[in-house]
């Protein structure tokens, strides 16, 4: 009887380990500790994203040279373009569980208040805290046009302009579309108040907030957020501007 209760699966370690994850991820504050770990993965690529786009005011040569390097990392260790693979793959995974997870949080508090506030109850909101979720469509709309626009170049160009060589003149060209650069402002705007207020959120779900961390947050966040937004905003502005040609 004990012999066969012990080879039950539901006694081996990796199915407790496994239940315990689908149970953790039924509960709301499970999927809250998976939108936070999946939004760090994302503030990292974005950090690092925002870093590496700024190395195009070091010009042309600079620039294409950091894309080629994107590709060519990891070498001889890893095959060429493998590592891009890799965190393509991260932050796929990353992305899809930070969306699957809002969602589901979302419908819950819609089923669990069918009824909006009434506007007279006070209420501690503040821009970036009322944008979190139609901001996350907006970015999730913007990464969706991006990829297409510089890594694909399927959309935003005439026949012939996207050059598969020079990332540089695809941004360059790209951004010489006043819509198509007024769209990626609008978005780094939503991407800094989603950063700002996700990465209070952050804190608060993993329980390392104090009301002294907050004041901090509040500069430190605030701080990344703003180098994050104007880094990006950066870029379509300079080439409008004509400073980046
Ligand atoms: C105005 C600001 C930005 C500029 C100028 C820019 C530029 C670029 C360029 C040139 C590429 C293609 C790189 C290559 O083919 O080597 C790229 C790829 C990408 N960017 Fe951005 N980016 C900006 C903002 C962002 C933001 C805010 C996000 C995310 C929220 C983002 C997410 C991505 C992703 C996911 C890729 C695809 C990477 C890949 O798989 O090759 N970008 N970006």
């Known amino acids: 009887m004990e012999i066969e209760a012990l080879s039950d699966?539901?006694?081996?370690?990796?199915?407790?380990?496994?239940?315990a994850l689908l149970t953790l991820w039924s509960s709301s504050i499970g999927k809250k500790i998976v939108m936070s770990l999946t939004g760090m993965v994302m503030m990292s690529f974005v950090l690092v994203h925002t870093y590496g786009t700024l190395k195009i005011f070091k010009g042309e040569?600079?620039?294409?040279?950091?894309?080629?390097?994107?590709?060519?990392?990891?070498?001889?260790?890893?095959?060429?373009?493998?590592?891009?693979?890799?965190s393509r793959i991260g932050l796929l995974v990353a992305v899809?569980?930070?969306?699957?997870?809002?969602?589901?949080?979302?419908?819950?508090?819609?089923?669990?208040?069918?009824t909006r506030?009434?506007?007279?109850?006070?209420?501690?909101?503040?821009y970036a805290s009322r944008t979190i979720r139609w901001g996350g469509v907006i970015i999730l709309l913007f990464v969706v046009y991006h990829v297409l626009h510089f890594t694909f170049g399927a959309v935003g160009y005439a026949p012939g302009q996207y050059s598969p060589t020079s990332v540089y003149r695809n941004v360059v060209i790209g951004f010489s579309v006043?819509?198509?650069?007024?769209?990626?402002?609008?978005?780094?705007?939503?991407?800094?108040?989603?950063?700002?207020?996700?990465?209070?959120?952050?804190?608060?779900?993993?329980?390392?907030?104090?009301?002294?961390?907050?004041?901090?947050?509040?500069?430190?966040g605030?701080?990344?957020?703003?180098?994050?937004?104007l880094g990006n905003v950066s870029v379509p502005v300079a080439v409008l501007a004509g400073l980046i040609k």
């Open 61 to 86: 040569q600079v620039f294409n040279d950091y894309a080629v390097w994107l590709r060519e990392v990891g070498t001889p260790f890893l095959a060429h373009g493998m590592a891009l693979w890799i």
């Open 222 to 229: 605030g701080l990344m957020a703003l180098f994050v937004t």
């Open 117 to 126: 506030y009434e506007k007279k109850v006070p209420m501690m909101s503040t």
């Open 9 to 19: 699966s539901r006694y081996r370690p990796q199915s407790y380990v496994v239940g």
């Open 178 to 220: 006043w819509y198509v650069s007024a769209f990626y402002i609008l978005a780094q705007i939503f991407l800094g108040l989603h950063w700002y207020h996700g990465g209070w959120s952050i804190l608060h779900t993993l329980g390392v907030a104090t009301a002294w961390g907050d004041r901090v947050y509040w500069t430190v």
């Open 96 to 114: 899809s569980l930070h969306m699957l997870a809002a969602w589901q949080v979302t419908r819950r508090s819609w089923a669990a208040r069918p």
